[in-house]
């Protein structure tokens, strides 16, 4: 899996409860793709709120073009900065 090559390459550890996980000092993060299925959104919609600077904060890779978000965190985004009907 890719997320497991990008924790190895950080050097750290998938939690073992969730393999699509990994944390960076205490913080766990997923990648665009899992946070489109956990949030509902596409990858696109992810995409390009970050292109127009609305989207929650995040983690790009250098080299890979990878990008995480830190999960509570963007959990608290969503609940702050989305309507029911969007």
Do not use: C
Not at 27 to 39: C, G, L, M, N
Not at 50 to 56: G, I, Q, S, T, Y
Not at 66 to 78: A, G, H, N, R, S
């Amino acid at each position: 899996m890719i997320l497991h090559e990008i924790a190895k390459l950080l050097g750290v550890n998938t939690f073992s409860k969730d393999e699509n996980m990994i944390d960076i000092l205490g913080t766990k993060y997923i990648t665009d793709k899992e946070a489109a299925v956990r949030y509902g959104r596409s990858q696109g919609w992810f995409r390009k709120r970050r292109m127009d600077n609305l989207a929650p904060k995040f983690v790009q890779l250098e080299g890979k073009g990878k990008v995480l978000y830190p999960m509570d965190e963007t959990d608290i985004w969503f609940r702050d900065n989305m309507k029911s009907n969007d």
